[in-house]
């Protein structure tokens, strides 16, 4: 059993920074797909940002530029840095992991004011 817990959501200025981490439980971690979602109010959840166990990072259109997906295999740790936040941006964001099975975390929310 895989256990992901994120931090680091808060309130935040428009064009403000966060960055959101996720730690992971399992011996695998180094193995696994790591991904950012995100779910928006009254929205379903979307895609944000992957990181291959390679290191490859893929982004989606509405982040490309300004959030950055990152790993530390020897912290069994995902990082996903934020900046130039819109208020578009607010949302509870999970990680997710892909590797034999695939769990989510509980979320952490980001609020972005205008």
């Known amino acids: 059993q895989v256990q992901l817990v994120e931090s680091g959501g808060g309130l935040v200025q428009a064009g403000g920074s966060l960055r959101l981490t996720c730690v992971a439980s399992?011996?695998?971690?180094?193995?696994?797909?790591m991904r950012w979602y995100r779910q928006p109010p009254g929205k379903q959840r979307e895609w944000v940002a992957l990181?291959?166990?390679?290191?490859?990072?893929s982004y989606a259109d509405a982040v490309k530029g300004r959030f950055t997906i990152s790993r530390d295999n020897a912290k069994n740790t995902v990082y996903l840095e934020m900046n130039s936040l819109k208020p578009e941006d607010t949302a509870v964001y999970y990680c997710?992991?892909?590797?034999?099975?695939?769990?989510w975390g509980q979320g952490t929310q980001v609020t972005v004011s205008s």
């Open positions: 997710n992991w892909s590797f034999q099975r695939t769990y």
């Open positions: 990181i291959s166990n390679g290191g490859s990072t």
């Open positions: 399992g011996s695998a971690f180094s193995s696994a797909a």
